[in-house]
């Protein structure tokens, strides 16, 4: 079935083309979740390479996508968004070790595609060394509010320097990279999201899943799905609850990282109050994504700085669920406001209160938006969509590849 899959595909070369891909985590965040979907057709003939275990490396073992760990690139964990030059200096050893074993392991692939800031280091030396074309798949926004000066000067000269093509995921970040100083050539590459989950869903019986999760069968259930994380801005969801008197809320997702647990405590000792208590829920992790979407009444997007894509609010229109999201970033290069979803300020719960209760007040209104926003995802963000404009990347950096008729 795999190579089904994959000739459905593939390019036409002479030789099937090998692709190193290089990720930096294990969790299973959104550039990991496109890497997936991105890996999976080239199963056959590509190798990703990542710096620890988890999540991630979980499921490329279940959709059997090979792989392999480099745990000298798990010292790069400890250099933060605004990290020192320090910091920098106490990792060069580490990095020194991880870009050699990724040049051994580029000599035997045709293209190297790094999927994060981190894995672009390594990839980049590598890529020099082996003479092996470079993308890079930029999934952030290279701006103050994220990053430290360092970092963005960095990875900007890093980039002009070795990579053939810079990929974006939305016009956001593109504007970030070439305001920063970036030079390279750039191709729009957004997230690809798979329909057919998210229509499995609603044919299942989300009453039962509510009363899983202890949830109202009676009451309008607003969903957050992210990790839990300030810039994440689920406090201010909670903030817009107080305003929100019939409904509950469920929030998806856990602390990631270390340095987001106090925020998760926060976020716990909020939904105490005695105005929210018992309104609020706390799923964890989960897997089955579409299925609690299917399960809310509402999807609502709460990031206070620039998301540089937003998958979760795609997710959310995929689902024809109505979404109520941050107007900042690449969220409103996914939601056009009033047609498809409805936008509100970072950080502002009035805003956000005042948005989903005339959603919850006009629920014909709120299906047309749904309905209009699943259909905008579907032609704009569909896998299929998303490998064309992948091929068309490795046409450009790879002489030998000409795009199948």
């Known amino acids: 079935m795999r190579s089904l899959m994959a000739s ?65 690139g798990a010292a790069l964990q400890r250099v933060r968004k605004n990290g020192t030059w320090m910091q920098g200096l106490y990792v060069l050893p580490a990095l ?20 994060s800031q981190k894995a672009l280091l390594p990839a980049a030396w590598a890529a020099r060394r ?66 057919a989950p998210f229509e499995r869903a609603r044919q299942n019986d989300s009453q039962a899943l509510r009363t899983a999760l202890n949830l109202p069968h009676d009451a309008p259930v607003l969903g957050v799905f992210s990790r839990l994380a300030a810039w994440k801005g689920q406090h201010v969801l909670l903030e817009a609850l107080h305003d929100l008197p019939t409904a ?11 340095g987001d647990k106090p925020y998760a405590e926060q976020l716990r000792t909020q939904a105490h109050h005695p105005a929210l208590r018992g309104r609020v829920h706390f799923a964890g992790h989960r897997a089955d994504i579409p299925d609690l ?24 229109l995929l689902a024809r669920r109505p979404v109520v999201a941050t107007d900042a970033g690449g969220v409103p290069e996914i939601i056009r406001p009033q047609h498809s979803g ?8 009035a805003a956000l209160a005042a948005a989903c209760q005339s959603l919850l007040d006009d629920p014909d209104w709120a299906a047309t938006l749904a309905h209009t926003g699943a259909a905008d995802v579907r032609t704009r963000y569909g896998l299929k969509r998303m490998h064309a404009q992948f091929e068309e990347a490795l046409r450009r950096v790879h002489p030998s590849v000409r795009i199948a008729a």
């Not at 050699?100 to 190297?112: G, K, W």
């Not at 409805?342 to 719960?349: A, F, I, K, N, R």
């Open 248 to 258: 509950h809320v469920l929030i998806v997702g856990e602390a990631a990282f270390p």
């Open 96 to 115: 020194a070790r991880t870009a050699q074993a990724v040049a051994q392991q580029a000599r035997s692939h045709d293209v190297i595609v790094a999927n």
């Open 8 to 72: 459905r595909f593939l390019l036409v070369t002479s030789m099937p083309l090998r692709i190193l891909f290089v990720d930096h985590s294990g969790a299973l965040g959104g550039a990991e979740l496109f890497l997936l979907d991105l890996a999976r057709p080239y199963a056959d003939t590509s190798t990703v390479i990542t710096f620890e275990s988890g999540r991630f490396t979980e499921q490329l073992e279940a959709q059997a996508v090979p792989y392999r760990i480099l745990e000298s």
């Open 293 to 316: 979407m299917a399960a809310c009444t509402l999807i609502v997007h709460t990031s206070t700085a620039a998301e540089p894509f937003g998958r979760v609010v795609a997710e959310g």
């Open 130 to 195: 082996t003479g092996t074309p470079l993308i890079w798949m930029v999934h952030d926004l290279l701006t103050p509010e994220h990053f430290g000066w360092m970092q963005r000067q960095l990875v900007t000269r890093i980039a002009n320097a070795s990579a053939a093509l810079v990929a974006v995921n939305s016009r956001a970040t593109a504007r970030a990279f070439t305001d920063g100083g970036g030079t390279g050539p750039i191709i729009e590459i957004p997230n690809g999201l798979d329909a």
């Open 342 to 349: 409805l936008l509100v300020p970072p950080g502002d719960s």
